[in-house]
């Protein structure tokens, strides 16, 4: 199952981007550890990924859409409106110097696809295909948990203060 750890990313970066990055890669996700996230960081980003898995065979394209839920929050400012678009020309900057890499896809199109599912996870637009469907459920899943799972996600963000 993936998550944030090396163990899981760099063999999933790799099978797309070959080897190329991937620790610089993965030191750019390290981001979602800072004590500064008090909801979008690495405990939301690895229960997306967890609730991937849960889907994974009805997803069309499973790469693209765990590509996005790594990058959707990269960008993290709480006081900008536009987190999602600057997180997704973030990943399109990122990737763009691996291009001659590419493992599965022709370059453009898996970047395209990843751009436009990080956008998805704005919710201010219809989503329209079933990858769109799955990455914006997946994104919001954390509202439908247990009154107890739910405050514990929640608590840090109207507290600013980690959960016991």
């Known amino acids: 199952m993936l998550n944030l750890s090396k163990e899981t990313f760099f063999p999933f970066w790799s ?3 070959s080897s190329q990055g991937v620790e610089d890669v993965y030191r750019t996700l390290c981001v979602y550890h ?12 690895n229960n997306c990924l967890k609730e991937l ?14 590509m996005a839920l790594y990058f959707h929050d990269i960008i993290y400012d709480t006081k900008s409106k536009t ?3 600057d997180s997704a020309n973030f990943f399109m900057v990122l990737t763009k ?16 696809r990843v ?5 998805v996870t704005k ?22 948990h247990s009154p ?7 608590r840090p963000i109207v507290t600013g203060k980690q959960s016991a």
Request: charged share 30%.
């Open 97 to 112: 110097q691996y291009d001659n890499g590419f493992a599965i896809n022709p370059p453009n199109w898996f970047r395209f």
């Open 34 to 45: 800072s004590s500064q996230r008090k909801y979008h960081n690495d405990n939301h980003v």
């Open 115 to 119: 751009y436009e599912l990080i956008l």
């Open 148 to 154: 107890e799972v739910f405050d514990n996600n929640w």
């Open 15 to 17: 099978s797309i981007f």
């Open 83 to 85: 987190i999602e678009e």
């Open 53 to 66: 898995e849960e889907v994974r065979d009805e997803v069309i394209n499973y790469y693209a859409v765990a």
């Open 123 to 144: 919710h201010d637009r219809k989503v329209l295909t079933c990858d769109e469907k799955y990455i914006a459920d997946i994104d919001l899943a954390n509202l439908g």
